[in-house]
């Protein structure tokens, strides 16, 4: 372990420095971090183990690291994301990390193409329907008001 001076109420104070860490000009913590590939726990920088297709990653405290992309990330591995037809990858921190093409829907683990009735379109998000004025949604259909 390297240590400096570090300035103190009373004077200066020595800084330990561990193994795979450098000081830092910080006048607050513990005036060091962690070299690349290691993160700080407590007094010691940890090596991370990166799995596969993953990637060094500083902005994730957690882990030091994130999946790559089309992978998905759990506890200790990036598992690939299984895209089903008519589906592109997208990237999300919870739920599926795929959506659904314009004018189809998510159903279970698939996209299913969205069926128009007579006076329908597809809406904003292209993953359901609208009726055409003056016409209302009844059910599966387009309903006439009076």
Not at 18 to 32: H, R
Not at 83 to 112: D, L
Not at 121 to 139: E, I
Request: net charge neutral; glycine share 8%; charged share 25%.
């Amino acid at each position: 372990m390297r240590a400096r001076l570090s300035a103190h109420r009373d004077g200066c104070a020595a800084i330990a420095v561990p193994k795979n860490a450098f000081l830092n000009d910080q006048s607050y913590g513990s005036g060091w971090d962690c070299a690349r590939g290691y993160r700080k726990t407590a007094d010691a920088c940890e090596a991370i183990i990166l799995p596969e297709n993953s990637y060094l990653d500083p902005t994730s405290s957690a882990t030091g690291w994130s999946c790559a992309r089309g992978y998905r990330a759990t506890a200790t591995a990036c598992e690939l994301v299984k895209i089903p037809n008519q589906a592109y990858f997208a990237e999300t921190s919870h739920g599926q990390s795929w959506k659904c093409e314009r004018g189809y829907r998510s159903t279970e683990n698939q996209c299913e193409k969205i069926v128009l009735p007579e006076n329908g379109h597809l809406d904003y998000s292209g993953n359901d329907w609208d009726c055409d004025p003056p016409f209302a949604r009844r059910g599966q259909a387009c309903m006439l008001l009076r």
